[in-house]
């Protein structure tokens, strides 16, 4: 995962992962994670980081996280709407809402993704811009001094 933070120093998040109870996937489902121990190294399985240098906005934080084979306890996954109980059964809470409690969980990572989408947009608009403005001013060809010839693209 890639995400604009500071990862790379970060000892817990929380993490949207798939829910596997005995070989069955419950889909998506938030997670409290412990990454690094008290000595601020990473956890086994878990490799965190920072990109580096950027074409822009270095001023943003951009961290990385990769688990491998981690196992998440069963109580460190946030329990509003659904929880696992200590024999392993999967129980889904009724909020009164029905299906409109899943949607309006998906509706926050909807939200993010939206505004993702418009800020590339201001970034897209801010580059076509200059480069109308520069191909409106821009003059290509060359001159032949020693015939008296110009030439010149539109």
């Not at 943003?60 to 109580?75: F, N, S």
């Not at 418009?118 to 109308?132: E, H, M, N, P, R």
Request: charged share 25%; proline share 3%.
């Amino acid at each position: 995962k890639w995400w604009p933070s500071s990862m790379a120093t970060s000892t817990h998040c929380v993490l949207y992962a798939q829910l596997i109870l005995d070989g069955k996937e419950h889909g998506l489902h938030v997670f409290f994670l412990q990454l690094r121990d008290e000595n601020l190294q990473p956890l086994p399985g878990i490799e965190v980081g920072d990109l580096g240098a950027k074409a822009g906005e270095n001023e943003v934080d951009i961290g990385y996280l990769r688990l491998k084979d981690v196992r998440v306890p069963r109580r460190h996954m946030l329990e509003k709407r659904q929880h696992v109980s200590p024999d392993g059964a999967y129980v889904k809470h009724d909020l009164g809402g029905g299906a409109n409690n899943d949607k309006a969980a998906y509706l926050t990572m909807m939200t993010a993704r939206v505004n993702l989408v418009a800020g590339a947009a201001v970034f897209l608009s801010k580059g076509a811009t200059i480069a109308v403005r520069y191909n409106a001013v821009r003059e290509q060809g060359f001159k032949d001094t020693g015939k008296g010839q110009t030439y010149r693209a539109a």
